[in-house]
Nanobody, 128 residues
Framework: QVQLVESGGGSVQAGGSLRLSCAAYGYGSSSRCMGWFRQAPGSEREGVAAISSSGGVVNYADSVKGRFTISRDNAKNMLYLQMNSLKPEDTAMYYC?????????????????????WGQGTQVTVSS
């Protein structure tokens, strides 16, 4: 069982930065593929970034490449998402999620159904 708790969301102006954190509790949390997803009202949940257990494999959605950075600290059971140059279209509820190891390198990291543990979400609002 893995429990995920996100924090760090808030309201910023366009061009600003935020750092999201996700604390993972439970057996095996450090040996899983971890991802960040977001969902805006009326939209489907979309994959933002994912990182393998070692950090050696990272994936990003095209819309955030060059602006967002995913990282993890397995010793602290923490997952992070550094978000720079934020845009109004980044406004959404952000969720962290855990998946089997193979999800990160199998080309399916953007599929929500591949993740079986989810946090409660943290809201990010970017104003123009």
């Amino acid at each position: 069982q893995v429990q995920l708790v996100e924090s760090g969301g808030g309201s910023v102006q366009a061009g600003g930065s935020l750092r999201l954190s996700c604390a993972a509790y439970g057996y095996g949390s450090s040996s899983r593929c971890m991802g960040w997803f977001r969902q805006a009202p009326g939209s489907e949940r979309e994959g933002v970034a994912a990182i393998s257990s070692s950090g050696g494999v990272v994936n990003y959605a095209d819309s955030v490449k060059g602006r967002f950075t995913i990282s993890r600290d397995n010793a602290k059971n923490m997952l992070y998402l550094q978000m720079n140059s934020l845009k109004p279209e980044d406004t959404a509820m952000y969720y962290c999620a855990a998946a089997p190891l193979t999800t990160c390198s199998g080309g399916v990291w953007t599929v929500p159904g591949r993740y079986y543990y989810w946090g409660q979400g943290t809201q990010v609002t970017v104003s123009s």
